[in-house]
């Protein structure tokens, strides 16, 4: 199904965005450690609803957005949440410029209004991040109307059609809180789980083809021993965040799997007995 989804759009997209809009696109990439995610996914996007990615960090949820991005050659603006998170980061704001020798008033758009009006993707990540307050501004976005009004200067804008959102959530976090229902509602919810060790696999030799195998077969270890200790509730998720494990298996082409696990894993643990049980495990596996 993959070959056919959507493919009137992804050709009419293609068409429609240059070379100069070629940095906002996704490379693409994600491994889906479910045989229907990607698939799934895909169609949500394609019958324009609204996507909303759970699972730990580290698990690849930026890295599907991204991909979804780059399968329909689809620019994608990132709004990261946050308590600080306000209005104008999300719409945009006022600002006096000079033009033909007068002052005036002008309103630069933001990523929302930019991604509606352009037939863009709106990936918002860690989205109960942000104060409950903040986002019902979208509610009028994210279900059947499509549409906006913006705040600050009265314009009602309605989505162009190709127009996208996908947002990502860790739940049980520190500093988050619980989506409202009227937002959670608008969204098709999907779980994103950590890769199994074959699709870890796949990753790494795909991300490192000249990557000894020796190299590779030591961190896959490592990973699965971090995992099972994440299971054990010894460690906490993040220990076993693919992009942490791409970030050690890089540096260990350099300086070693043991330091490199140190620096892209262990050093990010607050806890000194969390980061004491990452470098025992990794010395058990350094051969």
Partial sequence: MEAIIGEERK?????????????????????????????DVLTAVVIRR??????????????????????????????????????EALLGYKTIIQKEGRTEIDFVDGPVIHAMKNGHILYIDEINMAKPETLPILHSVLDHRRMLTNPFTGEVISAHPDFNVIAAINEGYVGTVPMNEALKNRFIAFHVPYLGMQETRELL????????SVLIATMLDISEDLREQVRNGLLEDEAAS????????????????????????????????????????VRTRIR
């Fill in 205 to 212: 030799e795909s991300e490192f083809p000249d990557a000894p």
């Fill in 242 to 281: 693919i992009r942490s494990l791409i970030d050690a298996t890089e540096l260990a082409l350099h300086i070693g799997p043991e330091r490199a696990v140190r620096y892209a894993v262990a050093e990010k643990m607050e806890d000194r007995g969390e980061r004491q049980l990452v470098m025992d495990l």
């Fill in 11 to 39: 050709e009419r997209l293609s068409r429609r965005y240059g070379e100069e809009d070629s940095v906002l696109i996704g490379t693409g990439g994600y491994v889906s450690p479910d045989p229907h995610l990607w698939e």
């Fill in 50 to 87: 609204p996507v909303l990615l759970k699972g730990p960090t580290g698990s690849g949820k930026t890295k599907l957005a991204e991909s979804v991005s780059g399968f329909f050659s689809q620019p994608m603006h990132q709004v990261n949440c946050s308590v600080d998170l306000d209005a």
